[in-house]
């Protein structure tokens, strides 16, 4: 770490710091998720799309948004 400050001193550049403290942490409320969630969570949600699609919640949730809409700038 410290040869990289001293060359990122020579190139003029500063190291960036997040709000946390340490450089590359997201804050003091940020917590990694384990690389295992996330390769388990890909599929469900992917799942989940798929089951969604398959019974015709797309076409539910368009028929929708475009009622609120028309509503909206007072067409219906």
């Given at each position: ?5 001293r ?33 388990i969570?890909?599929p ?19 028929s ?5 809409c028309m ?6």
């Amino acid at each position: 770490m410290e040869l990289r400050n001293r060359r990122m001193q020579r190139q003029g550049k500063r190291e960036r710091r997040s709000p946390g403290g340490k450089a590359g942490e997201g804050g003091p409320m940020r917590k990694e998720i384990p690389l295992k969630v996330t390769l388990i969570m890909i599929p469900v949600a992917a799942a989940m799309v798929v089951f969604g699609l398959l019974r015709g919640e797309a076409a539910a949730i368009l028929s929708k948004a475009i009622t609120i809409c028309m509503e909206c700038i007072g067409l219906g």
